[in-house]
């Protein structure tokens, strides 16, 4: 799904892979819809190739699709995908999978990939009933740590070549998105990765994850004179705001788990008037110290230093990261106004 302004040109890349390095020629058929009023199919035609390592190491028709066949189901559509065709140079007994251990159910996974040497494509799913099955319709996949997605339609089996990964020495980076695919109330899932080079099967993965954090970045108004929690607002994605005054602050809680797993990266901005009288957010770090504690949460809190804010409206933005994999990323708007303080200074 592609939202695009009215009035506005844009520009939309469709890549189709044939997931067979080798392969006779046959053909796959897109479906299209604009809006519920325009609809139709596009024909992809794959012209018959071998590859000079099939043709080398005399690989068998049995890899080879049938006419006419279109391989696995499912489209996938995506922006401009980045590469990296480096390999990772791994020992079997360290492959496998890692990940945080929670995410909202809506949310996004983010998972490192080590893998056997000589691995040329992967298969991508849910791990039920002692194998790999489809992945949730919806789900988007991105190889370059969310610069860009893949989106799978009517669920399936994803299946990716390596070179489309990027990569750290922690391994390839693997993004999955659950905001539009259904997870239903499912408290955990176990997503599987399979590895194969071009002569078969490397190796068997997957990683278990709970989904079950939805309370997760809502936002609470604390109060350092009652000492006490006065409000509490929705989600980070804010339906609306916090207004503080002296002797006020915000603070936010997510798993504990993800401060064991992961890093937190948080940053407060002031809305100020640019040269050329244009809005922008320009940094309001030093006026604010961020910290966290981690008990059976771990509590972000956001507060005034020791030098008081300018009044003014203010966005903080927080962030997580799992091996330089960004999962997790909001922004609280809030504001702070000096003419109806009862309280004398702010607390430190």
């Known amino acids: ?19 067979y390095e080798s392969h006779q020629a046959f053909t796959v058929e897109i479906p299209v819809s604009f809006g519920d009023k ?25 890899d080879i699709p049938p006419e006419n066949s279109s391989g696995e189901e499912n489209g996938f559509v995506s922006g ?34 080590d893998l056997p040497n000589g691995t040329t494509f992967v298969r991508i799913g849910l791990f039920e009933n002692g194998e790999i099955s489809d992945l949730p319709e919806g789900t988007k996949i991105s190889t370059d740590e969310g610069g860009s997605y893949y989106m ?19 391994g390839y980076s693997l993004l999955l998105d659950f905001e539009k695919a259904e997870l239903g109330e499912r408290e955990e899932i176990t997503v599987a990765v399979e ?30 004179v009652h000492n006490m929690e006065i409000e509490e607002s929705g989600d980070v994605q804010n339906e609306g705001s916090v207004l503080l005054s002296k002797g006020d602050w915000i603070k936010t809680e997510f798993p504990k788990e993800w401060a064991e797993e992961s890093a937190l990266m948080c940053s407060v901005q002031i809305l100020s008037i640019s040269g050329d009288g244009k809005p922008v957010y ?19 809190t956001i507060k005034p230093g020791e030098m ?16 330089g994999i960004c999962f997790y990323k909001d922004r609280v708007t809030f ?8 309280y004398s200074t702010f607390e430190s």
Do not use: H
């Open 282 to 300: 320009v940094s309001a770090d030093e006026s604010f110290e961020p910290s966290y504690t981690v008990d059976d949460f771990c509590v972000l």
């Open 335 to 342: 504001f702070i106004n000096y003419l109806s303080d009862t």
């Open 152 to 170: 799978i339609f009517g669920g399936g089996i994803a299946e990716f070549g390596l070179s489309g990964f990027f990569i750290t020495e922690s």
């Open 80 to 113: 401009n995908s980045g590469t990296n065709a480096q390999t990772v140079d791994s020992e079997a007994e360290t492959n496998g999978l890692k990940s945080v251990s929670r995410i909202k159910p809506d949310g996004k996974l983010p998972v490192k990939m």
């Open 38 to 62: 325009l609809e139709g199919k596009f024909s992809v035609d794959f012209l018959e190739t071998v590859s000079a390592e099939d043709s080398s190491n005399g690989v068998g028709s049995e």
């Open 195 to 224: 590895a194969f080079s071009s002569l078969g099967k490397l190796g068997d993965y997957n990683i278990s994850v709970k989904t079950d954090v939805d309370g997760t970045g809502n936002i609470k108004k604390v109060s350092a």
């Open 1 to 19: 799904e592609i939202e695009i302004e009215k009035d506005s040109e844009t520009e939309i890349n469709v890549k189709i892979v044939s997931k």
């Open 308 to 323: 008081l804010p300018a009044a003014g409206t203010y966005q903080a933005y927080i962030k997580w990261e799992f091996e």
